[in-house]
């Protein structure tokens, strides 16, 4: 089966970097976990006020349909898209 990383990083909106940190620690890894994903790493860099992730999945489906899910859950769901307000710039590398 092959492994998908995805590189993630988030530019965070000036003064919001350690709270959405807590949020990422607390609510989205355990979110992330539930349907099969690993976490391979997460950085901040203070003086950019970014963040930097890596999220991996390796199993029969491919990363995209896991992600799928993932948004899907009742948990991602009732979260809404309240993370949205801590960033001003988002890129990835599926």
Request: with cysteine; hydrophobic share 40%.
């Given at each position: 089966?092959?492994?998908?990383?995805?590189?993630?990083?988030?530019?965070?909106?000036?003064?919001?970097?350690?709270?959405?940190?807590?949020?990422?620690?607390?609510?989205?890894?355990?979110?992330?976990?539930a349907?099969?994903?690993?976490?391979?790493?997460?950085?901040?860099?203070?003086?950019?006020?970014q963040?930097?992730?890596?999220v991996?999945?390796?199993?029969?489906?491919?990363f995209?349909?896991?992600?799928?899910?993932?948004?899907?859950?009742?948990?991602?769901?009732?979260?809404?898209?309240?993370?949205?307000?801590?960033?001003?710039?988002?890129?990835?590398?599926?």
């Open positions: 089966m092959p492994r998908t990383t995805q590189l993630r990083t988030y530019t965070v909106r000036a003064g919001l970097l350690d709270e959405w940190v807590e949020r990422w620690r607390s609510r989205i890894v355990p979110l992330h976990l349907p099969g994903f690993e976490i391979g790493g997460a950085w901040v860099d203070r003086e950019s006020n963040f930097v992730r890596l991996s999945y390796e199993g029969p489906e491919t995209a349909e896991r992600n799928a899910l993932y948004w899907a859950s009742p948990e991602r769901k009732a979260m809404g898209l309240g993370c949205v307000g801590f960033f001003g710039v988002l890129a990835h590398i599926p």
